[in-house]
């Protein structure tokens, strides 16, 4: 009997080191899995902060950008004053200019193009001659179509500058801000968001 109750004691010992081991080894495993985790966190941190971080640059390329269009259309930057409301009548009106020179210059384009093709519309003998012909007609069309679609988005832009509600950020609803809306005039993403979008989209991609 004493014997037996040795054994059965031996055993419940081995049974508890068991248990006790398998609980270590969940236990560091459980750690290995947070760390993992903590380390992943931190490249994904680094990752963004990289896509986001070249700030300086991009209001570089902008201001240049917002440069060359205005001096392509005519129109002087916008000097602001000091203690001046945004997009205030001045401001309004300025960025009413610059939409409607763009919106002349498109329209222009296309009946530019439609005259052309008018003119140029010849039944040429040569098969090849037609096809080189089609394929540049083609190609222009497509162009002409991207143009279209500007017009339509620039005529909307206008419809925003009517109701007042132009120069804000559809998304979070702070300033675009000025020098951004030379640039690019139809925005209505704030630089930021901006950024946000075209990350998302890469990831998405």
């Known amino acids: ?94 960025f009413r200019k610059i939409l409607n020179a763009w919106k002349r210059e498109l329209m222009e384009e296309v009946d530019r193009t439609v005259h052309h093709m008018q003119d140029e519309a010849a039944n040429f003998p040569d098969p090849n001659d037609r096809a080189t012909q089609e394929s540049e007609f083609s190609l222009e069309l497509r162009t002409r179509d991207r143009e279209r679609k500007l017009i339509k988005k620039i005529n909307s832009t206008i419809d925003r500058l009517d109701a007042h509600d132009y120069g804000w950020c559809d998304s979070c609803g702070i300033e675009i801000g000025i020098r951004r809306l030379e640039a690019r005039p139809t925005a209505d993403l704030c630089i930021d968001c901006k950024t946000l979008e075209e990350i998302k989209e890469k990831q998405m991609a």
């Open 1 to 94: 009997m004493a014997a037996k109750k040795k054994t059965a004691a031996k055993k419940k010992v081995a049974t508890k080191k068991k248990v006790a081991s398998a609980k270590k080894a969940v236990a560091k495993k459980k750690v290995a899995a947070k760390k993992k985790v903590v380390a992943k966190k931190k490249t994904t941190a680094k990752k963004v902060s990289k896509k986001t971080a070249p700030r300086k640059k991009t209001t570089a390329r902008t201001a240049a950008s917002s440069q060359s269009l205005l001096s392509h259309f005519g129109v002087e930057p916008y000097k602001e004053k000091r203690g001046e409301e945004y997009m205030n009548a001045q401001q309004e009106e300025h």
